[in-house]
């Protein structure tokens, strides 16, 4: 898409100025390759400077000293002029449940916002791109909670069809633009302001969007509408978005209903689909979420979407090059001679590690044509080894390779809608749920969330999982019960994004680290209470944290972490800073603590390094509309509410996490 942006720029200039650091510091390119991250410390971090807080369990949003927060925009909050914005106490009675409730909502910020894109407009002025990945009926809509007690959602919703409206535009993603005024405030009535929900019209291009599949089982180009699932994210080089396509499967019920040929019932087997109702119960009040009748859509999602914020009329894209799968983010970067790498997590249980590779170079002179660079190029999957080496393999259809008619795979557009399949194949690493990417911008190295896998060492080989692997443990899914999750860390041959070969090792295993479980380096058999911090011995150092999801990285080559998931002290989620370089690597330290129920997403620093965003997910899950154990941030008789936090050190002229 064409970009007016000039985050490309500094993109590139932080590239360059990368390599040339490293090359001043005695690096070379193959040392970026080299094993060790201690190794190719060109620059070893300093330890972050903050006083590192303790988890708590308190229904607020808790930072170090010398830092403020302020909440930037609520589920709810009108984002264009004379739109209405959510009173939040009356969520209880019902409101959302009023006609018209819908049209109100898809004028506001969305709920269950999730990852975030940072664009530069000015010094002071950004746009944001924000993904609302789910609805929370139970949290939102009084009643919800108990007829799903009683087995009645059925009757409630079809007595009700406003609510599927609601849940449809409180979903997607926010475009807005904000401005610090002394605090970030948005930005009303921006001309970029916009909302895409379940219904705003979508494009889709690349290998499959000429498929059947996606045009309701007949030949021609498909169109569709909305996006669903939208969890982690990423920017592009050339200043557009990458929202991920998550959890569709759970938008979708009465699967057993559906007249569906052999292929297209073992693409969704191997998807996962539901053979009920959906989730959310969105098949009683709308055709289009009923397998029953409309087998095919679910086609449709899985895919990462690109957006152009600058460009507020602009259908989303779905690039179909970019593979189908549960897409948790879309991490961008170049490749040495300036193709477009972006890399990518299928979050669940024993799946998967992509990355893709464009064919063409990024056009620094003519924005224009990067409009269709993720229409074109490889996708790989990684095949991680005992010894720390590893490949990338590509899921390339041929009339006689690994992915070919003899193996079930007809063409390009069949390997991409069902890559979980054709992986598979290609014998792939099953991973403990891959989440989200960052690629340090000192180093170049890339980290992956595995957030959590308990069946890991512990389910019987291929059960469940729709086709026979080996569930044990192994080198890169370590600890049996895995329920804390760990940081895999990678090294590309030559430092390079597009090369085929990487080294591989884990940055940390989470948990909470004692004198005695506490662990120097990773050895086989791990113990399910072991944990390892890059080798820090010192558990004076270090914060207990678990189920890594989203991450991003500051200026410094420090990685910042948020969580989802129970904490292994039973404090809430929370945000945490981990240096990956020097002495220091693998000291895991909290710095920001949730409010209850919550998990912590989102996770972007402002280019100035000065301000974290973080967004705050369904406070308050585990109640509901009715009993709500939480009402952060409002407070009193306030229903909990999804929002988007601005955190900042309060002395001037200081980086986030430096005092
Ligand atoms: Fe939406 Fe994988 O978390
Ligand atoms: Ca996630
Ligand atoms: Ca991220
Ligand atoms: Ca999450």
């Known amino acids: 898409m064409r970009s007016k942006n000039p985050l490309t720029l500094q993109f590139l200039m932080e590239k360059r100025l990368s390599r040339r650091r490293l090359l001043e510091a005695g690096g070379s390119a193959a040392a970026l390759g080299a094993v060790s991250a201690c ?316 990355k893709f590779v464009s064919r063409r170079a990024l056009n620094v002179e003519s924005p224009a044509a990067n409009a269709d660079l993720l229409d074109d190029g490889t996708l790989f999957v990684a095949r991680l080894h005992e010894d720390g080496s590893g490949e990338w393999v590509p899921l390339v259809w041929s009339d006689s390779g690994p992915l070919s008619p003899d193996s079930g795979f007809r063409s390009q557009a069949e390997v991409l809608i069902n890559c979980r399949a054709a992986a598979d194949i290609l014998q792939a690493t099953p991973l403990d749920r891959p989440e989200d990417v960052a690629i340090d911008p000192v180093s170049k190295r890339v980290y992956l969330s595995c957030t959590q896998n308990p069946l890991r060492g512990v389910e019987a080989s291929g059960t469940g999982r729709q086709r026979q692997i080996d569930t044990g443990i192994n080198a890169a899914n370590p600890r049996a019960g895995n329920r804390y999750g760990h940081i895999l860390e990678f090294a590309e041959a030559d430092g390079d994004a597009a090369a085929l070969q990487f080294q591989w090792e884990p940055l940390v295993i989470a948990g909470q680290p004692t004198v005695e479980n506490l662990r120097a380096s990773v050895t086989l058999p791990m113990p399910s209470d072991a944990v390892y911090f890059g080798g820090i011995d010192d558990v004076s150092l270090l914060s207990p944290f678990a189920n890594p999801d989203n991450l991003t990285f500051d200026d410094r080559g420090n990685l910042w972490i948020v969580t989802d998931g129970p904490q292994p002290t039973g404090v809430n989620n929370g945000c945490f800073v981990c240096p990956t370089s020097g002495p220091w690597r693998g000291a895991v330290k909290q710095f920001m603590s949730g409010p209850v129920g919550a998990e912590i997403c989102g996770c972007e620093i402002t280019p100035d390094q000065r301000t974290l965003f973080l967004t705050v997910q369904h406070p308050g899950s585990g109640g509901s509309a009715n009993s709500p154990i939480s009402r952060w941030p409002d407070g009193e008789r306030s229903a909990p509410r999804s929002s988007m936090l601005a955190i900042e050190p309060i002395q001037a002229g200081v980086k986030i996490g430096d005092v």
């Open 39 to 354: 190794m190719v410390a060109n620059e070893p971090a300093a330890i972050p400077g903050f006083q590192p807080i303790r988890g708590s369990n308190s229904d607020s949003v808790v930072v170090p000293d010398n830092y403020s927060y302020h909440v930037v925009v609520r589920w709810g909050d009108a984002i264009f002029p004379g739109a209405e914005s959510l009173d939040p106490e009356t969520v209880s009675a019902g409101v959302l449940l009023n006609p018209g409730a819908a049209d109100k909502q898809a004028r506001q910020f969305g709920d269950n916002c999730d990852g975030m894109g940072v664009f530069q407009r000015g010094a002071d002025r950004l746009l944001l791109c924000v993904n609302h990945e789910f609805p929370s009926p139970a949290l939102i809509f009084p009643g919800w909670a108990e007829a799903a007690r009683a087995r009645q959602l059925r009757e409630y919703v079809s007595a009700r069809p406003e609510a599927v409206r609601v849940m449809q535009a409180g979903l997607g993603l926010s475009v807005i633009e904000v401005e610090r005024r002394g605090e970030w405030r948005l930005v009303q009535d921006s001309p970029y302001n916009r909302r895409v929900t379940a219904d705003t019209p979508v494009a889709f291009s690349g290998p499959a969007s000429e498929h059947p599949y996606l045009n309701a089982g007949v030949p021609g180009k498909a169109s569709g509408f909305g996006t669903l699932g939208n969890c982690a994210a990423g920017t592009t080089p050339w200043g557009t978005y990458l929202t991920a396509e998550e959890n569709i499967q759970d938008f979708f019920g009465n699967g057993d209903a559906a007249a569906m040929s052999p292929d297209v019932l073992a693409s969704h087997a191997r998807f996962g689909y539901r053979r009920r109702n959906s989730a959310y119960w969105w098949e009683t009040a709308d055709a289009r979420f009923d397998l029953g009748q409309n087998p095919y859509e679910p086609f449709q999602f899985g895919w990462i979407v690109e957006l152009d914020p600058l460009e507020p009329e602009r259908a989303p894209i779905k690039r179909t090059a970019l593979g189908r799968f549960r897409h948790e983010g879309a991490t961008s970067t170049l490749a040495d001679d300036s193709r477009v790498v972006v890399y990518m997590g299928d979050d669940q249980a024993f799946e998967y590690f992509y």
